[in-house]
């Protein structure tokens, strides 16, 4: 695998549309490309950053961004992927994690996930512990 940049992130965006409307599941198809096409975790976290705050801000919604929820998704997934072998899609996932579904699933880790501090940079949990 090459090293992802903004553009390779935007692609694998777009590819992740499901619907009208960028929802849930759209954004966890793209973070499921992200691990898939990426050379670690970190870098996974590192272009669905930029991607989505360019988005966020492209479309004039730059708050609308959030640093802290973008990468508890990623590292979720990442979690799912790393502790049920053999999952090669994102259904299968929601299969094994129905709580995956859950849009509100950060709320179940943060007080406060919204905080302009949250959106900024990553914030650790205060209320459990990331899985």
Known sequence: MTQ????????????????EHFGHESHLRFAWAL???????????????LTIRHVAELGGNPDKYNCTVTIFWIRVLDHVRETHEGLSTLEEAFDVWP???DPHLPDRH???VNS????????EPDLNPMP
Do not use: F, I, K, M
């Open 35 to 49: 691990l898939d096409s990426a050379d670690d975790v970190e870098t996974a976290e590192l272009v669905a950053g």
């Open 99 to 101: 709580d995956l579904r």
């Open 110 to 112: 943060w007080s406060d």
């Open 4 to 19: 992802l940049d903004l553009g390779d992130g935007l692609r694998l965006l777009h590819e992740a549309r499901t619907a």
């Open 116 to 123: 302009e501090e949250a959106r900024e940079h990553w914030v």
